[in-house]
């Protein structure tokens, strides 16, 4: 009876071990299948790839375990002829499931995508089954144990990495490599990538070397084998940095080896910007800052902050795995930023470093990782968003259509399904919102806990509502442009083939610089009609022009420009499209055009730059054609010339923007409007403020001063005053406090 009962469970294993594959092989169809109804892995692309590399890596270690488990004498050839079927299946399910996808769903070119399935998807099907033929070699009985301990433990060593070094990318044998965050589009298959997957297979032909000789050995032989294994690859994972598959603190101190140290800061700079001379303003930007957010705070900190501002994204990248995205790590104390736009995203990184004195989580930040909390906050805290209050910005989205429920903003992870500028602006509203009515003190219990009744006795949806009663409230002078030009975004996942159309941007953008206008504008067309991306129009555009074919870039502008009506960028290429006409000598459509830019005034930079064309076309249309194709230093002469006779205040911010490095002329200039500037509408103030602005950028902090006072002598009492009111608060800073701070600098 007992063997009878013992042959009948032999007879149940074995069936579930030729069913096994089929188990396998129909999760992974289904898990592909509900990939294509997801924005970002519908096509054969990155996403699909390393989701896929994951499935692989673990279908092709459970398949492999279960068949030698069995029979572990197997050799290599009759295990690949055995399972060739699975083998089969398992690659190329994923990838015609992909394929068709992509076909239906998309114009998305996929030879990217190929070379991602090819590079990270496959070798992790194979790298996979290996390891769980070591797995078994090493113990039979406890293979499967000891393969879900190596994945994980593969898997934790990325965190770890991401945990202590500065990089936010990971290269890993699993899914191959990430990125980071998915902002940065520009995604391909390179050489740093092809690399590690020669240093994979290399380790793995190793690991399966290595399972074919502890077959039937000693336990000590077997543990004395995996000991040396675990040694290399602890060896390999040390020198990932100076392979560059990886970026610790020694990597990124080598790359911006010049230091600015202050009283809270060390501020460190690649060599290029050595002698720039904004760094000491740049040090004291960081004190005022940090000063304002402690007691925004009400925070006593008192610990160095490391600030690493690259000299460009590119380099960015490749240190840190994002080149758009500025980011901070709390539990590091570690900022990360480009310096050609620090100053905008200084504040809200710094927000992140002090609000980790009371964050929870081993990451110092909300509890959860609730990016709704983690941002809100820092919006709330910086209050200001390109110059107007975080409140002004929410008012105008909810009031132009560009509405997110609260209670579904800071639900899990939905911040990243809007466009970054509305997840910012609501949640910085609301949580500013509940600072100013509860006090910041409960704010900070609230990013330490997320639980709304506890701290203030209701829960999301009752706080949600009263919010949205504030904001009803709140007056605003509404412009539905301007509205649009913030909010008309889309994010990343509702973009047509988003990776492939900024790669393919990125070659033709080459290929313009390199002056081969004619490849540059094939690539930029081909990209264009899969992608109806800006960047490629704008680029058609471009190469038409270079070429002097401006009669041919208006047709194409004026065809396409109506895919962009809702877009954030219809403005800057109505304009471009205007400029355009004038080259064509057709003087009567353009000026409509900029007539009716000036009437939806989106903002004032397009205002101004509208009204010097104006200026420069009373003297004829060739002259404003001329000054269309002058370098930057002649059309600051241009400009300065236009002033000469009584000052054009529209004209003073981008006479400022043009004189970055060459200040020649404009210095006299602001000479002779300390003396008679007078401020009676916005764009006078507006003028002014922009003078406060370069004056303290130069440390001349009694002509920062003035015009910062002078600024705010046109008063109309609503959201416009704010950025005023900040920068004569920044000036008086600087003023008062400049020669207490102690810089100094090394290398």
Not at 702 to 712: D, I, N
Request: glycine letters at 4%.
């Amino acid at each position: 009876m007992f063997q009878q009962r013992n042959f009948n469970l032999r007879i149940t294993l074995e069936e579930f071990h030729s069913n096994i594959s089929k188990i396998l092989i129909f999760f992974l169809v289904i898990i592909n299948l509900l990939l294509t109804f997801l924005p970002l892995t519908k096509t054969l692309g990155y996403e699909f790839s390393v989701i896929n590399g994951i499935l692989l890596f673990i279908i092709g270690g459970l398949q492999t375990i279960i068949v030698q488990r069995k029979d572990f004498e197997i050799g290599v050839i009759d295990l690949f002829l055995k399972n060739k079927l699975f083998i089969s299946f398992s690659i190329i399910i994923p990838f015609l499931i992909g394929f068709l996808s992509s076909v239906l769903n998309s114009n998305c070119p996929i030879k990217d995508g190929v070379l991602f399935y090819l590079v990270i998807s496959i070798p992790s099907f194979f790298f996979g089954g290996i390891l769980g033929n070591f797995c078994t070699a090493l113990s039979r009985k406890y293979s499967f144990y000891f393969f879900l301990i190596i994945s994980f433990g593969l898997i934790i060593s990325s965190l770890i990495e991401f945990y202590f070094n500065p990089q936010i990318y990971f290269y890993n044998p699993v899914f191959g490599y990430f990125p980071g965050t998915i902002y940065d589009e520009d995604l391909t298959v390179d050489r740093i990538l092809i690399a590690y997957r020669i240093f994979n297979i290399a380790f793995f032909s190793l690991l399966f070397y290595a399972s074919r000789m502890i077959i039937n050995n000693s336990k000590i032989k077997k543990a004395l084998i995996a000991l040396t294994l675990l040694l290399l690859s602890l060896s390999f994972w040390i020198m990932k940095p100076k392979l560059l598959f990886a970026t610790d603190k020694n990597r990124i101190d080598k790359e911006l080896a010049f230091t600015i140290a202050t009283d809270n800061f060390h501020i460190h700079l690649p060599d290029s910007l050595i002698g720039v001379k904004e760094n000491r303003y740049n040090a004291l930007l960081h004190e005022y800052y940090l000063d304002q957010i402690k007691i925004q705070l009400k925070s006593s900190f008192s610990y160095k902050i490391d600030s690493y501002l690259f000299a460009g994204k590119e380099n960015k990248r490749e240190l840190m795995g994002s080149g758009n995205a500025d980011i901070a790590k709390p539990w590091l104390r570690h900022i990360y930023l480009n310096y050609y736009n620090y100053g905008a995203t200084l504040e809200h990184e710094l927000i992140h470093i002090l609000a980790g004195e009371f964050g929870s989580t081993l990451f110092k930040v909300s509890a959860d990782l609730n990016p709704a909390m983690i941002e809100g906050l820092a919006m709330s805290i910086e209050d200001n968003y390109d110059d107007y209050p975080v409140h002004y910005m929410a008012k105008l989205a909810y009031k132009a259509g560009y509405k997110f429920p609260i209670e579904k903003l800071f639900s899990g992870f939905n911040f990243f399904s809007q466009t970054s500028s509305i997840s910012y602006i609501y949640a910085g509203s609301f949580l500013k919102y509940l600072k100013d009515k509860y006090s910041i003190q409960k704010i900070k219990y609230l990013y330490e806990e997320n639980d709304f009744p506890k701290i203030y006795g209701k829960n999301l949806n009752e706080l949600a509502k009263d919010y949205e009663l504030f904001l009803e409230n709140y007056n605003i002078e509404f412009n539905k442009n301007e509205a649009q030009l913030y909010f008309g975004g889309v994010t990343i996942f509702k973009k047509y083939c988003p990776r492939m159309a900024a790669s393919d941007v990125k070659k033709a953008g080459v290929l313009f610089k390199t002056k081969k206008y004619s490849e540059a504008l094939d690539l930029f067309k081909n990209v264009y009609n899969y992608s109806n991306s800006y960047q490629s129009l704008l680029g058609v555009v471009s190469s038409y022009s270079i070429g002097k074919k401006y009669g041919t870039a208006a047709e194409f502008l004026s065809n396409q420009i109506v895919n962009f009506r809702s877009s954030q960028f219809y403005y800057n290429l109505e304009l471009i499209l205007a400029d355009l006409l004038i080259q064509t000598n057709q003087s009567v459509k353009a000026i409509s055009l900029y007539d009716s830019l000036l009437i939806q005034n989106p903002h004032i930079d397009f205002t101004n730059e509208i009204l010097i064309r104006k200026f420069i076309l009373e003297e004829g249309i060739d002259s404003l054609k001329n000054y269309f194709s002058y370098n930057r230093k002649r059309k600051l002469q241009k400009i300065l010339s236009l002033n000469t006779k009584g000052i054009k205040y529209f004209s003073i911010p981008y006479l400022i923007n043009l004189s970055d490095n060459d200040n020649s002329g404009l210095d006299n200039l602001i000479t002779e409007l300390k003396r008679s500037i007078v401020v009676q509408n916005f764009s006078s103030s507006y003028a002014a403020l922009e003078i406060s602005k370069y004056a303290l950028k130069n440390l001349d902090f009694e002509t920062a001063q003035y015009f910062a006072v002078r600024s705010l002598d046109f008063r109309k009492g609503d959201n416009r005053d704010h950025m005023f009111i900040e920068n004569l608060r920044m000036v008086n800073w600087f003023k008062n406090n400049h020669s207490e701070i102690k810089i100094t600098y090394s290398k």
